[in-house]
């Protein structure tokens, strides 16, 4: 387990066996729990179609919420999944003769304006990049850009969900891209992969089609790095193709790729679920050595920890890590290395917002900005003495924010009281 908490190394050698194994596909699912906002489309008990909207701008990734399976819409309420508090879900019981179709059962072809638009901005794409919609970043972009990236990095050990499907799914890409520019109108186009990958048996090619591959050689997590601007917009590669099953099949792409990995799944590998399929079943598909002892969802840097098994996964959900072994954390004291302060994409200083925090110093934090923190986790990450950063600068930010709310009540209690007299 030390091979987890080992911050500061290279661990690209945990993708395997994943990275070079095809997607596997897992379609017989009974249930799918689906996010849904306030702004229902459907009701209870209604029979739905596969890929029919259910609800509009779902929180947390702000976009519509489509049905994954064919079957019956049985509740909907908030179910109290495990880091999904205040949020509803609609429970979805599938068809007993559903079958979901597989990315790999299109066939590349031309596509006219019309689909490539009703597949940009109707169909619920998530840019996991930046966390934005397509329909969002394209009214950014409506002048055109420069430069136009497919993120296909993985930049967290264990997790190749984005490298697979540029692997696996390579004739559809330049297919994909060159319709994507037709929105987008770039002059350069390519595609970025993760370059570290010394331990790794497959072969990243150097070109899909005419778009050179370019390898990313920052250490984890390189996220931070593929940031849109002005000449530039990243567009990661899952967000690419579902955009191109949906303009070729004229409905949402409603299934997600997701790594399974960690020393307790019997057969690591990238898995295309229905979205809304419960990690336990995922996990029970891939085989289990035995009861984890940990299940982190996303990467095993950024992901979070969960108890339970039957929290559903999103269209955000890279990875679902299951390990025999609970890490160490053996937390010593700063070296005043200033790594934290190197790698915060904010540009915070995180030793300092942690220790300010302990001495519960609220003036201090205001002036560190703690509030801007992100959560990426870079800081506790890369932090030799093991600190847990991230969670003392979450904290801060917490403090502060709850600070802000109290001093903008008690400014507007001050302004009704002089009012009133
Ligand atoms: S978690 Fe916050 S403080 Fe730490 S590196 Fe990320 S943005 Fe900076
Ligand atoms: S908190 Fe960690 S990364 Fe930051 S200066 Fe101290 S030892 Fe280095």
Not at 333 to 360: E, W
């Amino acid at each position: 387990m030390r091979r987890l908490t080992s911050r500061g190394l290279y661990l690209e050698q945990f993708k395997e066996p994943a990275i070079s194994s095809p997607i596997d596909s897992f379609f017989d699912v009974k249930t799918v729990f689906l996010p849904v906002s306030s702004e229902l489309c459907v009701s209870a008990n209604q029979q739905l179609d596969c890929g029919q909207l259910i609800s509009r701008g779902i929180y947390p990734d702000s976009i519509d919420s489509f049905a994954s399976v064919k079957g019956t819409a049985a509740a909907i309420g908030e179910f109290k999944f495990e880091k999904f508090e205040g949020q509803s879900f609609m429970q979805l019981d599938a068809d007993k003769d559903f079958v979901a179709t597989s990315f790999e059962e299109i066939e590349p072809r031309e596509l006219t304006d019309d689909e490539i638009m009703y597949a940009a901005t109707e169909c619920g794409i998530l840019n996991t990049t930046d966390k934005r919609t397509l329909a969002e970043i394209l009214e950014q972009y409506k002048g055109g850009v420069k430069n136009l990236v497919i993120d296909a990095v993985d930049d967290e050990p264990y997790v190749s969900s984005r490298i697979s499907q540029l692997l696996c799914r390579t004739k559809y890409i330049p297919h994909a891209i060159k319709a994507l520019n037709r929105l987008f109108g770039a002059k350069n186009i390519h595609i970025e992969a993760y370059g570290r990958n010394g331990d790794v048996s497959v072969r990243i090619p150097q070109s899909v089609g005419r778009y050179a591959v370019k390898a990313s050689l920052e250490v984890y997590p390189v996220s931070r790095m593929l940031q849109s601007d002005d000449d530039t917009v990243y567009i990661d590669i899952g967000a690419l193709l579902s955009f191109y099953y949906s303009a070729i099949t004229h409905k949402p792409y409603t299934n997600t790729v997701v790594t399974v990995a960690g020393d307790c799944v019997k057969k690591s590998r990238n898995v295309e679920v229905p979205i809304g399929t419960s990690i336990g079943d995922i996990l029970n598909f891939c085989g289990l050595r035995k009861k984890p002892a940990l299940i982190v969802l996303g990467g095993s840097m950024t992901g979070y920890s969960v108890d339970g098994t039957d929290i559903p996964v999103l269209k955000s959900t890279k990875a679902i890590l299951a390990f025999t072994e609970e890490p160490e954390f053996e937390t010593t004291t700063c070296v005043g290395c200033g790594r934290c302060i190197d790698v915060c994409p904010q540009k915070l200083l995180p030793y300092y917002i942690y220790s300010y925090y302990l001495d519960n110093n609220i003036e201090k934090l205001y002036r560190l900005s703690a509030d801007k923190c992100t959560e990426c986790g870079c800081c506790s990450y890369i932090c030799p003495a093991k600190i847990d950063l991230r969670q003392y600068v979450k904290l801060s930010r917490r403090t502060l924010l709850k600070e802000m709310w109290q001093n903008e009540q008690d400014s507007q209690n001050n302004q009704s009281a002089l009012s009133e007299k």
